[in-house]
């Protein structure tokens, strides 16, 4: 990329007075390298300058009387007056070492030196550039390489863009990112994340200013929603009542104190969406000492949320692949298939969610849908790679098993790949805002 010393110098003056950047202006900044460019003969005079200055100043040494004769012998012009050696020898003193005589021939070190070296000219030279714009670009650079690594960018962001709060490791939300340009995605995490520098740091037992902060360094006042991970990415289809990385109640204050910043700015309200499981909740009751008080239970949970909040959206990523999974089976038997470990772990959940979606089988339509899910999915991935069952569709989570199917020849509409319909339909839900 060719860098413009204008846009170098605008965008470092952003940098320097906190304002908001752009997507664009840290991809240019961070990608500027300072390069010295010499013809061949500065480069060879470099390379000779040291040695060559090394030199005469021993011969300057050993043959003190050789040279004592040569000054007397040349022109008076060869020697500087008082005024002048006093300026020369401040510049060598200021350089390294004062002269303290007349002659030209003494100086002549220092010149070859001082004039193509690593030193001298070069320390002049970087003493203005100190002050000169390349400083205040390289400086620039510096203080934003630290935002970045740290968390503090304030940005700019394209009107209806994503801030995605993600925990470490949500593919989903990475993807979610990597699908989409630069300035349309903000990620909130509490670890710098691999994929992206966009990003900002926020942890969800912070306080409320903080939450407050990050909204605003990431250009909150025009964003088109806020999306929330709380369910474990390795547990995203029929996980456990705890496999979650945010729990309802800490998610329910999250969306509260959204809803009190969107207030106080005077913001409209946003469309916040939820990727999470519709049963995982947090319940609260009250007790004395002969047990528990009557009708004092509380549930939170992801469905309590959107309920409770104006333009909340919940996907539950166990929904959309059994919906898929009904689709497939067109009225078909369904058949869950797994190891004795996960018919222990799944099965109950599986046909209890399916009864809650209202999949009935249908007397007329013959023949078997089988589910392949488990706790291994190498488990899964072996099973499928084998071929002995007909109608067989493994549900995958993760892309090393899918990449593994695709490369045995198995097409995408032969398995069910739990990211990519959960990226479907969040990013149709996040295209009507």
Do not use: C
Not at 162 to 168: D, E, H, I, K, Q
Not at 385 to 404: E, F, G, M, W
């Amino acid at each position: 990329m060719k860098h413009g010393k204008k846009k170098l110098v605008t965008i470092s003056r952003k940098v320097n007075q906190n304002k908001r950047l752009t997507p664009t202006d840290i991809d240019y900044l961070l990608s500027y390298t300072r390069v010295d460019k010499d013809n061949g003969l500065i480069r060879i005079s470099k390379a000779l300058a040291l040695p060559l200055s090394l030199l005469l100043g021993f011969l300057f040494t050993v043959y003190p009387e050789y040279f004592e004769r040569l000054t007397k012998s040349l022109p008076s012009w060869t020697n500087l007056n008082p005024k002048f050696l006093s300026g020369a020898d401040y510049l060598w003193d200021f350089l390294g070492e004062p002269i303290k005589k007349a002659n030209l021939v003494y100086h002549i070190p220092n010149i070859v030196l001082y004039s193509f070296g690593v030193v001298g000219i070069k320390k002049l030279l970087d003493a203005v550039n100190h002050r000169s714009w390349l400083e205040q670009v390289l400086s620039a650079k510096k203080t934003l390489q630290a935002q970045v690594t740290k968390g503090l960018l304030n940005l700019q962001m394209k009107k209806g863009h994503s801030l995605l709060f993600v925990g470490n490791g949500d593919f989903i939300g990475a993807q979610f990112a990597l699908n989409h340009n630069p300035d349309e995605t903000v990620t909130v995490s509490e670890n710098k994340p691999s994929y992206t520098s966009l990003w900002n740091h926020y942890d969800v037992d912070t306080l409320y200013q903080d939450l407050e902060q990050v909204i605003l360094r990431s250009s909150g006042e025009n964003l088109g929603e806020y999306v929330f991970f709380p369910v474990k990415d390795d547990q995203i289809f029929l996980p456990g009542s705890k496999d979650y990385d945010l729990s309802p109640h800490k998610l329910d204050i999250l969306v509260q104190d959204i809803r009190t910043i969107e207030k106080e700015h005077k913001w409209k309200t946003r469309r916040i969406i939820i990727i999470g499981d519709k049963l995982h909740k947090s319940f609260v009751q009250s007790e004395d000492q002969h047990g528990v008080i009557k009708k004092s239970g509380d549930t939170i949970s992801l469905e309590t949320i959107s309920a409770k909040y104006k333009n909340v959206t919940l996907i539950d990523p166990t929904d959309v692949v059994l919906r898929e999974i009904i689709r497939i089976a067109y009225g078909r038997k369904i058949v869950f298939r797994a190891t004795k470990e996960g018919i222990a772990e799944y099965k109950k959940r599986f046909y209890d969610r399916l009864k809650t979606l209202g999949y009935k089988q249908l007397k007329k339509q013959k023949g078997i849908l089988t589910i392949g899910y488990d706790l291994f999915e190498d488990m899964t991935e072996q099973q499928t790679l084998s071929r002995k069952i007909d109608d067989y569709y493994p549900v995958v989570l993760s892309k090393n098993v899918r990449d593994a199917l695709i490369r045995n020849g198995y097409k995408k509409e032969d398995f069910l790949y739990v990211p990519d319909l959960v990226l479907k339909t969040l990013t149709r839900v996040a295209n009507q805002q």
